[in-house]
């Protein structure tokens, strides 16, 4: 189970992972440091929480620690097609 992490109210950013080209990495919406789904280090960004629909990943809630956005990955559901 997850712990829950209390979220600071400010700009929450929304990206589509269909309209990724590459590995999946991206640039923080805000301040540009990439965010790579390869980073295992848990030095630039965090997992908040995640959104399962039956069995498959769905939405994931990150927070970069470089400036503290809000990112929300969607079209999970969309890449299992």
């Known amino acids: 189970m ?3 992490t209390a979220i600071k109210k400010g700009a929450v ?5 269909t309209k990724i ?3 999946g990495a991206f ?3 805000k301040c ?3 965010i790579s789904p390869d980073d295992e280090s848990d030095e630039i960004y965090e997992i908040l929480d995640t959104v399962v629909a039956g069995t498959t990943l769905a939405e ?3 927070q970069c620690k470089r400036c503290r956005s ?3 990955l969607v079209g999970f559901l969309q890449l299992e097609v």
Do not use: E
């Not at 950013?13 to 992972?17: A, K, Q, R």
């Open 60 to 62: 994931l809630v990150l």
């Open 13 to 17: 950013y929304t990206i589509d992972l």
């Open 2 to 4: 997850m712990k829950k």
């Open 32 to 34: 540009g440091v990439t």
């Open 21 to 23: 080209d590459g590995d």
């Open 27 to 29: 640039p923080c919406p």
């Open 70 to 72: 809000i990112i929300r």
